[in-house]
């Protein structure tokens, strides 16, 4: 596979993922975080609508990457997927069960790796943009709960 399908493709790696998440997190969020104020924000409804927000920006950055014929943003963002995996796995250690989405993220954290590698051998500074991409994307999630939770507050 060339570096282009693999771009192409990476949204439904990304999906893959997400779905897991979706599938599980209703189960993990109140037997985990009962006295958390993560659960004060969360519902699945609440989780769907940021999945499905941050997928179109995923979808819009790749379609700005393809029509300027620059991956490098695109890049970073992919990158900051395989960083967040290790959140996934932090998760997992230190609440002493699994976190939804660890297993399909190290699988296509693994894909993206093999696929990225011989590519960023060459570009070691899209590493580090990669952590302030994956910054934005934390404040974007953390931001779009809020909004989320003032819009559709519990009453």
Do not use: W
């Not at 890049?75 to 997992?92: C, G, M, P, S």
């Not at 609440?95 to 939804?100: G, I, R």
């Not at 190290?106 to 990669?130: A, G, K, R, T, V």
């Not at 910054?135 to 559709?152: A, D, E, K, Q, R």
Request: net charge neutral.
């Amino acid at each position: 596979m060339n570096q282009l399908s693999f771009l192409l493709i990476f949204p439904s790696l990304f999906m893959i993922h997400e779905m897991e998440e979706i599938i599980l997190m209703p189960k993990f969020v109140p037997s985990k975080l009962e006295k958390n104020i993560i659960k004060d924000f969360y519902t699945p409804f609440k989780f769907n609508v940021v999945v499905l927000e941050e997928f179109l920006l995923l979808l819009t950055i790749l379609m700005f990457s393809i029509k300027y014929n620059n991956f490098m943003f695109y890049d970073t963002v992919i990158i900051a997927y395989i960083y967040h995996i290790f959140v996934h796995l932090f998760q997992t250690l230190l609440l002493k069960s699994y976190s939804p989405g660890l297993l399909s993220g190290i699988i296509s954290s693994l894909y993206c790796i093999s696929m990225m590698y011989p590519y960023l051998n060459h570009h070691h500074y899209l590493y580090l943009y990669s952590l302030l991409t994956l910054i934005i994307i934390m404040l974007n999630i953390l931001i779009s709960f809020i909004l989320l939770n003032t819009v559709f507050s519990r009453k």
